[in-house]
């Protein structure tokens, strides 16, 4: 682990990395999940380490999308390759903002109504399919 700034002790260290359930609230409600602590070796306070931090963040809202039946990432990416048009053509098509599928093809969470939505059009390709070709008009 490389050196981190302890802001009890003032001073750089190398970090004690500890697994611990912990519980957060994310949209309003608790999940729980098993994230990664780390420590000042001298006076055992935590201390921020950005790549801890973003795999923390991962895995809460992994839990988050486990727990509330969101699609993950990848499930999402499949979409319009499977409708064989491109993320800004299927975002206007759903009458949403041009980035907004992007994003989640990016990784960024999705609510649960559009999640909801994503996953009526992947599974109900064929009639979600009529629906968004009567939808064409909406394409800017």
Not at 11 to 36: D, M, P, Q, S
Not at 44 to 65: F, T
Not at 73 to 82: L, N, Y
Request: net charge negative; charged share 40%.
């Amino acid at each position: 682990m490389r050196e981190v700034f302890c802001t009890e002790c003032r001073e750089f260290v190398k970090c004690n990395v500890e697994n611990k359930e912990v519980r957060e609230e994310l949209r309003g409600k608790e999940y729980t999940y098993i994230a990664e602590i780390a420590t000042c070796p001298i006076c055992g306070e935590e201390v921020y380490v950005g790549e801890i931090d973003d795999r923390n963040m991962k895995k809460l809202y992994d839990e988050y999308r486990k727990e509330e039946g969101v699609l993950s990432t990848e499930e999402i990416r499949e979409i319009p390759k499977m409708l064989g048009m491109s993320e800004i053509e299927l975002s206007q098509r759903l009458g949403w903002e041009d980035d907004t599928l992007s994003r989640y093809c990016e990784g960024k969470t999705p609510s649960k109504r559009y999640s909801d939505m994503l996953r009526d059009l992947r599974e109900n390709s064929v009639e979600y399919l009529n629906i968004l070709e009567n939808s064409k008009h909406l394409i800017r």
